[in-house]
């Protein structure tokens, strides 16, 4: 409550106004994000599927998969982590066990680099680049940082 009362001139009343009304947008940015989470990793997996075959992340991961470099290991690691935690094995459920963050990092430039450069595909309506303006991969590696404290 630091934050709210230091917001408030230490009004408890008014703090807690601004709690309650942080909280519901906070609830309504997470409805969001999960939907643009599931999206994103429905079009990446879409690209994917299409680019390297039907097990593409379970086979990114084994021995001379596109994520076997080391540059991936972390991301090699987390699929196989998430691999070795299914009781059995079904590509829908390897892409569910993961969150937004690991969809994004598909962003990053060892992971873009090494799918192929491709992803960029699943945005049709990106705005063209110029000169000036760069409509690259990074933007959406960065998204955290410029939407959270950590």
Not at 10 to 38: G, H, P
Not at 90 to 102: E, P, V
Request: aromatic share 14%; with cysteine.
């Amino acid at each position: 409550m630091s934050r709210y009362l230091a917001a408030t001139g230490n009004d408890s009343r008014k703090a807690m106004t601004l709690y309650r009304k942080n909280l519901k947008l906070s609830q309504e940015m997470f409805t969001i994000i999960s939907c643009f989470e599931v999206a994103l990793r429905n079009k990446i997996n879409d690209q994917y599927v299409a680019q390297h075959g039907s097990d593409w992340l379970r086979d990114s991961s084994v021995t001379g998969g596109f994520f076997d470099t080391p540059r991936c290991v972390k991301t090699n690691r987390l699929i196989q982590k998430s691999l070795s935690k299914l009781p059995y094995y079904s590509h829908n459920k390897l892409l569910a066990s993961f969150d937004f963050g690991f969809w994004r990092y598909f962003y990053a430039q060892p992971q873009f680099l090494a799918g192929g450069q491709t992803l960029l595909r699943i945005f049709p309506s990106k705005p063209t680049s110029t000169p000036a303006i760069q409509y690259n991969h990074t933007p959406v590696v960065h998204y955290k940082k410029s939407c959270s404290k950590h």
